[in-house]
């Protein structure tokens, strides 16, 4: 698991009205180390060429200066077209050092309008990056996106390049040279070409992906890491960009040891849907320091920007070696009883309290007459469960819950919170309409005791907007009690005065998390358990929806006086359906959170499987802090 922190100086470079060659736009950035500076070269693009004929913008490519990789100066041109191939424009930079030169790889045009057939990879090389010593094209055919392993591999120069990519589908593919001059052979890439999907990477998931290389290579104790732009739609006209990662075999950087899932960055900011290029954001390049990974990347084909993260983090994806939520062997801690009223078809979805030393818990029951009702068990180790009810501890009672014909209805998905010696249990309650979220209470003492004397429940939010996946945080910030609550996609929050939810109600949706589209998250998002509260701020796990309908948990750090504030948010899911008992149920695919203890920094996750049962799982908060540093 990790997460990545966008820049607070993004965008780091911006067009120049002042300076032709850069007016119109500046993107798809390349950083390189030389002489104790960081150096980016980018793409820039131009006002229009008055005397062409066509007024067409031409593309050259830029170069800055910087003390600390984000701060530029000295801005200049390095690359403007000169040779016939090259004479409508130079395209995305990617540079790698070898020895004492620097190869830097780019796209040359030759033709306008833009034809497969005019766009090809080419090269220009440098002892400093004041003078060109030489250029060539490098591919006959149609490609981009390619750049050098910064070192030999089996005595041969490397190199990644993206074949295709305006005939696609495009493929990210490897090529090898005995020594540089075999680069600029026809007859090698004639040869090589005609048996090139010998050389692919397998990356593409559907058949309407786009894929292409983003960073040059960075090599880890693990492996090549490669950055690279993930294109899904992308035959319609609702292209969704992302980036992802692969880590290769050092060796043979054509065995592909891990790879992201999928996209773990998409256009969210402003500076990533507004511009030229609307909701677009393209990464071309890399830099590590330390633990810390530097991803260089366009937005909109108008800015450059760059995010972070930790590379242990990525690595751990994608090696798959260490995951911060743990499952219990012994799951399910609770399965369905046939024999038992009232949950013959479900046991899921369970909330938990702790309270002296043991666990409490109130999942989600169904039976064979569809309505859902709370039913109880304890736990002392967190496992193992000692006590269950056999019959209903919670059910409907109320109008709102309750359906006049045959159907799913009842009381669903309990959050609980222990405020000032009482319980509050918040739950969407159903009619079989509008989903909607109630609470009821109950004082700590008659809990312990099991008197089951809740309060008469109470529809807090609107009648007429769908709304589920609340909990009351426990305890007042800014002197407001804070409810999270899920409208329509969006998990948001609103603040009340008191808890007398008779006169005062749910009437706002401030927004905390929404969808990121593109991303495992894409559909819908929706609170899990009541967030903890850490020294760093709160802990919010949530579940996630993609297009795929499987439901994955996430995990946000919310700002500790203002949970609207979202510090940092995972990338990939922490957790997810792999299990039999979570992947086949009454709904698929499923792992779905609502209650979570803190021992000792310890949290134990009780969560229902496809709908059906229920487990349990654990994580360290100093595990999980770690991810969003």
Known sequence: MFSIQRSNENPILSPDSETAFEAAAV????????????????????????????RMRVSSIGIAESKDGIHLSERRQLIAPEEEWEKFGCEDPRVTKIGNTYYIFYTALSNYPFTADGIKAAVAVTKNFKKIEYRKLVTPFNAKAMALFPEKIGGKYAALLTVNTDKPPSSLC??????????????????????????????RRNQDEQVELGAPPLKTKFGWLVIYSHISQYYDHGRAFGVEA???????????????????MVPQE??????????????????????????????????CCMVSTKLSGVLDTLLGEKQVVQRFGGNPIIDIRPDV?????????????????????????????????????????GFSIEERSGEPVYAPRAEFEQRADIGSSGCEDPRLTLIDGKIYLLYTAYDGRVPRVAVSSISIKDFEKKRWLWSEPEVITPNNIP????????????????????????????????????????????????????????????????????????????????????????????????????????????FEPVEDYERIGIVNDVVFPCGIVNRKGILYIYYGAADKVTGVATASVKDILKTFE
């Not at 500076?37 to 980018?42: A, G, R, V």
Request: proline share 6%.
């Open 246 to 264: 692969i880590l290769l075999d050092v060796k043979n950087p054509k065995v592909v040891l891990g790879k992201t899932k999928g996209a773990f």
């Open 27 to 54: 993107f798809n950035p390349c950083p390189i180390k030389y002489g104790g500076k960081t150096y980016i070269l980018y793409r820039a693009l131009s006002r229009p060429e008055l005397m062409s004929g066509n």
């Open 341 to 381: 009223p009232g949950e013959s078809k479900g046991v899921f979805n369970p909330a938990a309290i702790e309270i002296k030393n043991d666990i409490h818990i109130l999942y989600r029951a169904v039976g064979d007459n569809h309505v859902s009702t709370f039913f109880y068990a304890r736990s002392k180790d």
């Open 467 to 574: 709304d589920k996946d609340a909990c009351i945080l426990p305890e007042k910030i800014n002197g407001k009690y804070v409810i999270i609550h899920r409208v329509e996609t969006s998990i948001c929050m609103d603040t009340l005065s008191t808890l007398d939810f008779k006169n005062e109600k749910v009437n706002k949706c401030v927004e905390i998390l929404t969808p990121r589209p593109g991303m495992w998250d894409g559909a819908k998002v929706g609170l899990a358990a009541p967030p903890v509260l850490t020294k760093s701020g709160w802990i919010m796990f949530y579940h996630g929806v993609s297009k795929t309908t499987h439901y994955r948990i996430g995990a946000a750090l919310l700002d500790a006086n203002d949970p609207s504030r979202v510090l940092a948010r995972s990338c990939v899911p922490i």
């Open 174 to 203: 490897y090529a090898q040279f005995n020594q540089i001059e075999d680069m600029f052979s026809n007859d090698y890439w004639q040869k090589w070409y005609g048996d090139f999907q010998k050389c692919a990477l397998s990356l």
């Open 270 to 303: 402003y500076y990533e849907n507004v511009g030229l290029v609307p909701r677009t954001i393209f990464p071309t390049g890399a830099l590590v320091e330390k633990d810390e990974l530097r991803i260089y990347y366009g937005a909109t084909d108008t800015f």
